[in-house]
């Protein structure tokens, strides 16, 4: 009894502690908020001459164009998104992104996901959670292929229109089952690959050894990235891939995999890390070992640390899309399709190699 | 006197489960450097030692909390945590060595909270540190919002990359803290009360030690290394992350297991932890210079923990029942 | 019962009463532990001697009563009070740490340090083997760990431990309910040799001929109540269990049998 008692005073204080913490965060949060915009405003005027909000327009006009004719805006619409993981800076950047998006467009917007990047099935079970509430449509992308599956049967049936946002769910899984999704909206993870490949390749002109740094493997984004650089690496004379190793997103593996790397292959010309937290810790493992001179390494994502890295030097490229352009699209793909317009085939969205001699063209990026 | 019993041998243990590793290891090292000229360099031995560091590091922390019976699943947050209070004393303009000594506390202050629960409260050491893991994990999300930290004074990085010549401080750590622990568990009241909780602890209980003191402490001085372990990996990446060490406690934990510690407690080998982490080490190492797929790291290291602890746990049966 | 000049009481029992719910497991219990002695509690099951122990050894308190140690009255006696007043409990378990050797378990929370922290295993050793031999205790491998003993070799070092750290009495529960014939002989050398190094031991049984064997003094518990109190000296073996039997109720329901 003494046990029970105490096991229930331990999870009491525990919530409340969290209560306390996600409750004081959300005030902060929300100062933080306005903060943002105020100094949002100030950034887009003071970057409205500026290159980088050019560079977002003109993306921004690509993806419209995809999208014509626009749907109505004040219908009241009310969105769910589920993405992949608040743990990834990349992600909790994106759910800003929508939620700014959202406000832009007048429409509510709500951002979940799931606890931990690779926890398939409590993504599986937010979704499901998802589908019994009001929402009109929900924008998701799932951690891998499959494990959102079950969900997206359940929201064909229930008739909530679903569109994939970036990783693609498997299509003729899906069909096979019965089910469809009413939407794409995504980047070429290939295309991705493939445009650092070649970008890489215009600074090696001799060629020589590259490696390549992974996600986990099997996840859509690193095989994805792998493949098109593969190709490339593979297509040009000269160029040979002596490696390619899972770094599994994480940035203490990478760092180990880049100082081994180099000890196996002394004359590595290039690394290609599927992410910028990995290709970040390539570079500091080669700064370690004095070695950094002479090799390239390239990221993908552009994250903000990416970008101070490459002004500084030490990182030698990434890509990007706009996430903010990127999810506004998807918002305005998902309220066109609860409106009742058919969307044919996937909207890609538009790609930048950002590299040193470009970085200034960036600034402002969001 | 009953016979049959050899005066010296009677269950003194041989190291048994250490000297297989050990083979292994050895097979390993020689299969290496046959099949890669780099693998016998002082630097590639001195990258394996530099990687396997950290782990060795919260593996020494774990080998006295399995050793006391219980199990620590929080030290992978615990390194999360640490690395962002001290990303973030940093970025505050603490000194770097003030910041360092406060992080590595702070692991101690979470390793207490983990301590004191399952000690005054009598709850398992799993449901504890299930807890603590999310807990811990759910703060470093919360403080940072999912993002790294990054952009610290140089001075932060000499401890992870810092170069004493031959090697490294995370190197000189780890070897320090394993003859440290060595004398701890056979030469303190501490390391030898570590083990009997793990043995019976209401024995202990009976001739007048405070259980719940030392219980703490073994949780405390885990938290320290996996606080450490923190420090080490903010200054070897120059970053703080709060999905840093994610899945980590698995890692240590099978390390610990596999190097001969029973998870029934009472039993710890520190000699083993080191061979079993270097093992891992030379593991990862030697697939990547051979540019090896992870999934056969994965099948291999998977297939040692189960034959190895398999074969040491026939051997103890076939000797008289404990 | 007149007692015999010079012995002195190490713990007295003064009407003690102990009741679980509706049943009465000890009434007006009132007895007495001698330096220097052996004496034996026995009794059937459920009649009431497990708990005497246990008020004893302080883990758990009396309805009424009270309790003399040495001379101090107390009303219940804790786990740290019996610690304190040097009683030691030798229950069947052991209390044993079947990972550790002879010298770690007979050390166990009394260890010897130098320079006040680095365990002196030297210094240890030695006298473990000084106080196996005053004991006449035969345990020629002192590193092995005492699971790999046998029961009397384990009791044994049970014993010594108490011995050694300083008790003045020693309680045990059945000694030599799970040993063979050779070990109980053993055992009992043991705790016969016991008070003439000063110590007072009380020795629960249901083993009437180890009992009239080896203790001074025999308490006869029946349903809770001292029923006889008899010196050995004055009794044989056949008049011990004929008292013994006579009023013993066979005990086949749970309810009646406290223990």
């Known amino acids: 009894m003494k046990k029970v008692i105490s096991l229930v005073l331990v999870l009491t204080m525990l919530i409340s502690m969290l209560i306390g913490c996600t409750s004081k965060d959300m005030e902060t949060r929300e100062l933080d908020s306005t903060k943002d915009a105020e100094e949002m405003d100030l950034v887009e005027e003071n970057n409205s001459e500026e290159e980088g909000n050019s560079k977002i327009a003109e993306m921004e006009e690509i993806l419209m164009d995809q999208l014509e004719p626009m749907p109505e805006l004040d219908g009241g619409e009310k969105i769910g998104v589920l993405i992949i993981s608040l743990t990834n800076p990349f992600w909790s950047n994106m759910k800003d992104k929508y939620e700014k998006a959202g406000e832009e467009l007048g429409i509510e917007v709500e951002v979940l996901s799931a606890p931990t990047e690779g926890d398939t099935t409590s993504q599986l079970e937010t979704l499901d959670g998802m589908i019994v509430k009001d929402y009109d449509a929900i924008i998701f992308s799932p951690i891998d292929g499959n494990n959102l599956i079950p969900g997206l049967l359940r929201a064909n049936q229930a008739n909530v229109p679903v569109i994939n946002l970036g990783p693609g769910v498997n299509q003729d899984a899906l069909k096979e089952q019965g089910g469809h999704v009413d939407g794409i909206i995504t980047v070429d993870f290939e295309n991705q690959g493939k445009m650092v490949a070649e970008d890489m390749l215009k600074q090696m002109p001799d060629g020589g050894k590259v490696a390549i740094i992974q996600g986990i493997p099997g996840a859509g984004q690193s095989e994805g990235r792998t493949k098109g650089a593969k190709e490339v690496f593979e297509n040009t004379e000269g160029v040979e891939i002596v490696s390619i190793q899972p770094g599994n997103w994480d940035r203490n593996t990478a760092y180990n995999i880049a100082t081994d790397l180099i000890q196996a292959h002394p004359d590595l010309k290039g690394i290609f890390a599927c992410n910028d937290v990995m290709a970040l810790a390539a570079v500091e493992a080669l700064e370690t070992a004095d070695k950094k001179d002479g090799i390239i390494v390239y990221g993908v994502d552009f994250t903000e640390e990416a970008q101070v890295a490459i002004k500084e030097g030490r990182l030698d490229g990434s890509i990007t899309y706009s996430p903010s352009v990127y999810t506004k699209a998807a918002l305005l793909l998902s309220l066109k399709i609860v409106q009742g317009e058919e969307v044919e085939g996937p909207v890609y969205s538009p790609l930048a190699v950002v590299n040193k001699e470009n970085i200034n063209d960036f600034d402002g990026w969001k | ?322 | 019962m007149e007692e015999p000049k010079g012995n002195i009481v190490f713990a007295s029992l003064k009407n003690i009463s102990k009741s679980f719910g509706k049943v009465n497991a000890l009434k007006n219990v009132t007895m007495e532990i001698e330096k220097n002695k052996i004496t034996a509690i026995v009794g059937d099951n459920g009649s009431g001697k497990s708990t005497l122990i246990k008020i004893l050894s302080g883990t758990i308190r009396p309805d009424s009563g009270s309790i003399y140690i040495e001379d101090n009255l107390y009303k219940y006696i804790t786990p740290k009070l019996a610690y304190e007043k040097g009683i030691a409990t030798v229950y069947q378990d052991l209390a044993l740490d079947n990972f550790r050797d002879v010298t770690g378990n007979i050390f166990l929370g009394k260890e010897i340090t130098k320079f006040g922290f680095i365990l002196d295993y030297e210094k240890m050793y030695r006298e473990t083997e000084f106080l196996l031999k005053n004991l006449n205790i035969n345990i020629p491998y002192l590193k092995t760990p005492v699971g790999y003993l046998s029961g009397g070799q384990r009791q044994s070092v049970a014993i010594g431990r108490a011995v050694y750290q300083g008790k003045k009495l020693i309680i045990f529960d059945e000694p030599t309910a799970a040993m063979g014939v050779k070990e109980s002989t053993a055992a009992n050398h043991l705790i016969k040799s016991l008070p003439d190094k000063g110590f007072a031991v009380l020795i629960i049984s249901h083993d009437i001929y180890q009992v009239f064997d080896i203790s001074d003094r025999i308490f006869i518990l029946e349903h809770g109540e001292v029923v006889d109190d008899v010196m050995k000296n004055q009794v044989t073996p056949q008049e011990l269990r004929e008292r013994i039997s006579l009023g013993a109720k066979n005990c086949l329901r749970e309810s009646e049998c406290i223990d």
């Open chain 2, 1 to 322: 006197m009953i016979k049959g019993y050899d005066k010296k041998s009677v269950g003194i243990e041989k190291p048994f489960t250490q000297l297989f590793l050990l083979g292994i290891m050895i097979l390993l090292v020689i299969f290496l450097s046959i099949k890669s000229p780099y693998f016998l360099t002082w630097n590639n031995l001195r990258n394996i030692l530099d990687h396997t560091s950290t782990q060795l590091i919260m593996a020494i922390g774990m080998t006295f909390v399995i050793s006391s019976g219980g199990i620590d699943l929080s030290v992978g947050s615990i390194v999360a945590l640490t690395g962002i209070c001290i990303g973030l004393m940093l970025k505050g303009g603490v000194s770097v060595v003030l910041s360092s000594i406060i992080g590595v506390l702070i692991g101690g202050i979470l390793g207490a909270i983990n301590g004191v629960i399952i000690s005054k409260l009598k709850i398992a050491p799993f449901i504890v540190t299930i807890g603590s893991m999310s807990l811990f994990r759910g703060i470093s999300l919360v403080i940072t919002e999912g993002m790294p930290i990054y952009g610290f004074p140089p001075q932060i990085t000499y401890f992870g990359k810092g170069d004493l010549g031959k090697i490294n401080p995370p190197i000189i750590l780890g070897i320090f803290m394993a003859i440290l622990s060595v004398f701890l568990l056979k030469y303190t009241k501490w390391g030898q009360y570590s083990l009997a909780l793990g043995g019976n602890e209401e024995a202990l209980r009976r001739v007048g030690v405070s259980v719940n003191f030392y219980k703490t402490t073994i949780y405390i001085f885990s938290g320290l290394m996996a606080g450490l372990a923190g420090l080490i990996y903010i200054s070897r990446l120059n970053a703080a992350e709060p999905n840093a060490g994610f899945m980590l406690e698995s890692d240590i934990i099978a390390a610990v297991i596999l190097g001969g510690t029973s998870m029934k407690g009472g039993k710890a080998s520190i000699g083993g932890t080191v061979i079993a982490c270097l093992l891992l080490g030379v593991v990862r190492n030697g697939l990547t210079l051979l540019s090896i797929s992870s999934y056969y790291q994965q099948l291999f290291i998977g297939a040692i923990i189960i034959i190895s602890v398999s074969i040491s746990e026939i051997r103890q049966r076939r000797q008289i029942q404990i």
